[in-house]
């Protein structure tokens, strides 16, 4: 079935960087377009950025523009995720998920920032 793992996560410190990967299964992933959300404690799933099946195009919510890259290995079944300049309010737990979306959803990954 449609699998996501997501991993990467942690704890960090204002100004500083992660990485994020999420490694699929279950579908092709070269076929479909990929994307990030977060969501922080009592509030809703949001969209962070998305890519498109070959990498060519990627978008970005504005919250995180010019601070976050998001990007994919085809041969890796893999999207990253790389989180620069982080701030308290991406704290969140981070998941993929492919677009069109698909019902199942992986466990995430922790990113908390704090001093």
């Known amino acids: 079935q449609v699998q996501f793992v997501e991993s990467g996560g942690g704890l960090v410190q204002p100004g500083g960087s992660l990485r994020l990967s999420c490694v699929v299964s279950?579908?092709?992933?070269?076929?479909?377009?990929m994307r990030w959300y977060r969501q922080a404690p009592g509030k809703e799933r949001e969209l962070v950025a998305s890519?498109?099946?070959?990498?060519?195009?990627?978008n970005y919510a504005d919250s995180v523009k010019g601070r976050f890259t998001i990007s994919r290995d085809n041969a890796e079944n893999t999207v990253y995720l790389q989180m620069n300049s982080l701030k308290p309010e991406d704290t969140a737990v981070y998941y993929c998920?492919?677009?069109?979306?698909?019902?199942?959803w992986g466990q995430g990954t922790q990113v908390t920032v704090s001093s």
């Open positions: 279950g579908f092709t992933f070269s076929r479909y377009g």
């Open positions: 998920n492919r677009n069109p979306l698909s019902n199942y």
């Open positions: 890519i498109t099946t070959s990498g060519s195009i990627t």
